[in-house]
């Protein structure tokens, strides 16, 4: 072959055209700074990843709720308040214990009783609060204010006591046993009797 002029291609040849350059400000930053931008979006990558797997782990049981407070407590009869005021025609003046089993502190914040012919007084006057696996003691006095409304003989006397702890308020009747029944059936005896003479 001889001859002037270009060359030209032979059979299944093709000419190779290199891509053009990118251009612009945001390709020259990308080429010289390929290795940190390949890097941050590697580790973006592992950071979205274990944010994914924390936010989507189990969680823990939520603790139970504490117990209801009538639940929690005891409140048991121990003896009557002998040789101090308050006794026979004065009313009936007896000591009952409230221990606090478990869960938050109880506060009592009323007490009462059923009879229409009784009234209550306690010692420590309602509200009061205890504590957690603690007992306190209180005296609690039932006087006669009318004679036809007290029971003559009442067979399962109760407490009415309202309770209140974190979680709810309770009105709750509490029977205090045969003992506290047999004493304050004497009490309404003798007070009674001493009223109609």
Same mark, same amino acid.
């Not at 931008?37 to 969680?59: D, H, I």
């Not at 502190?105 to 059923?114: E, F, S």
């Not at 709810?168 to 046993?177: P, Q, T, V, W």
């Given at each position: ?16 055209? =290199? +891509? ?30 274990g944010g994914y797997l924390y936010a989507s782990r189990p969680q823990p049981p939520p603790a139970p709720p504490p117990p209801y407070p009538s639940q929690a407590i005891d409140l048991v009869y121990v003896a009557p308040v002998t040789g101090s005021p308050g ?16 869960? +938050?502190?109880? =506060?009592? =914040? ?9 009234? /209550? ?5 309602? +509200? ?15 006087? /006669? ?53």
């Amino acid at each position: 072959m001889s001859g002037i002029g270009p060359v030209e291609p032979g059979e299944d040849t093709r000419v190779q055209e =290199t +891509p053009p350059r990118p251009r612009g400000r945001l390709a020259l930053i990308h080429g010289r700074h390929r290795r940190i931008v390949l890097a941050a979006t590697a580790t973006l990558a592992v950071l979205a990843g274990g944010g994914y797997l924390y936010a989507s782990r189990p969680q823990p049981p939520p603790a139970p709720p504490p117990p209801y407070p009538s639940q929690a407590i005891d409140l048991v009869y121990v003896a009557p308040v002998t040789g101090s005021p308050g006794t026979a025609a004065d009313g009936f003046s007896f000591t009952v214990l409230l221990s606090v089993r478990s869960g +938050p502190p109880v =506060t009592v =914040t009323r007490l009462t009783q059923p009879y229409d012919g009784l009234s /209550v007084t306690s010692s420590p006057a309602a +509200p009061f609060q205890t504590k957690s696996h603690s007992a306190r003691k209180i005296v609690v006095t039932l006087r /006669v204010t009318e004679c036809e409304k007290a029971p003559r003989n009442p067979g399962l006397p109760f407490l009415d006591v309202t309770l209140r702890n974190a979680r709810a308020i309770e009105a709750h009747s509490f029977i205090l046993g045969t003992r506290y029944a047999r004493d304050l059936s004497r009490t309404l005896e003798v007070a009674c009797s001493n009223d109609s003479r």
